[in-house]
Nanobody, 114 residues
């Protein structure tokens, strides 16, 4: 069983920045893809960013150029740096560890005020 724990959410004004962190308890962290998803009220959960074991990344069009995903394999941690935040970025952000199955964190709330 892999435990996934997010942190770093909060309330920020539009234009501000936040950095989310996610720790996954697995000894094969360096071999698995890690992703950030988000779910706004009344909307489906959507992929925000993904980073593969080799370090390649992909982003949702809505966050490209503003968000950056990175990983530190020595710390079993993936980060999401969020800059130039907009009110429409308000959501619960979930981290996912994607090996033979997907393990989800409990989510962290990000609220961007206008």
């Amino acid at each position: 069983q892999v435990q996934v724990v997010e942190s770093g959410g909060g309330l920020v004004q539009a234009g501000g920045s936040l950095r989310l962190s996610c720790v996954a308890s697995t000894n094969i962290f360096r071999l698995i893809a890690m992703s950030w998803y988000r779910q706004a009220p009344g909307k489906q959960r959507e992929l925000v960013a993904r980073i593969l074991p080799i370090g390649s990344t992909n982003y949702a069009d809505s966050v490209t150029g503003r968000f950056t995903i990175s990983r530190d394999n020595a710390k079993n941690t993936v980060y999401l740096q969020m800059d130039s935040l907009k009110p429409e970025d308000t959501a619960v952000y979930y981290c996912a560890a994607q090996g033979s199955r997907t393990y989800w964190g409990q989510g962290t709330q990000v609220t961007v005020s206008s």
